[in-house]
């Protein structure tokens, strides 16, 4: 059940806004152990001066970070193992790439979990860890 928030700078199209949400959502069913209908996502178009990122820092192969870059922050339900976690970052970067054409050196991602009775998914109800599709 996590809900990604998606940074990035003023600019981009609808349907390259559509590109990036649907490959961090196959991303996340492909590799991150998310079910098909769980896909809740915010993505945010900022100004230059609110979108601030060092170009260099820890950046793929040393290369710096472009106009392109984009923050993914997901907090998710339960954790996941290490392995899990690298097998979804590879899996998005190799999406992005395809389409909307995103380079590696321009994708950040963070994760944070939080326990089942952090959530309400509708009605004022807390979540007690089981899932229902009706």
């Known amino acids: 059940m996590p809900m990604s928030r998606v940074s990035l700078l003023k600019g981009k199209s609808p349907e390259y806004l559509q590109a990036l949400s649907d ?14 209908k769980d896909r809740f996502q915010i993505i945010q178009q900022h100004e230059a001066n609110e979108l601030v990122f060092d170009r260099d820092y820890i950046s793929h192969q040393g290369k710096p970070r472009s106009d392109d870059f984009v ?13 899990t976690k690298a097998a979804f970052y590879q899996r998005l970067v190799a999406l992005l790439a395809m389409s909307p054409g995103l380079r590696a050196e321009d994708v950040m991602v963070n994760i944070n979990t939080t326990a089942a009775e952090d959530w309400s998914f509708s009605g004022g109800v807390m979540y007690d860890g089981v899932a229902r599709y009706e």
């Open 23 to 36: 490959a961090l959502h196959q991303a996340l069913v492909d590799a991150y152990e998310v079910p098909l």
């Open 71 to 83: 923050m993914i922050q997901i907090t998710a339900g339960r954790q996941r193992s290490a392995a």
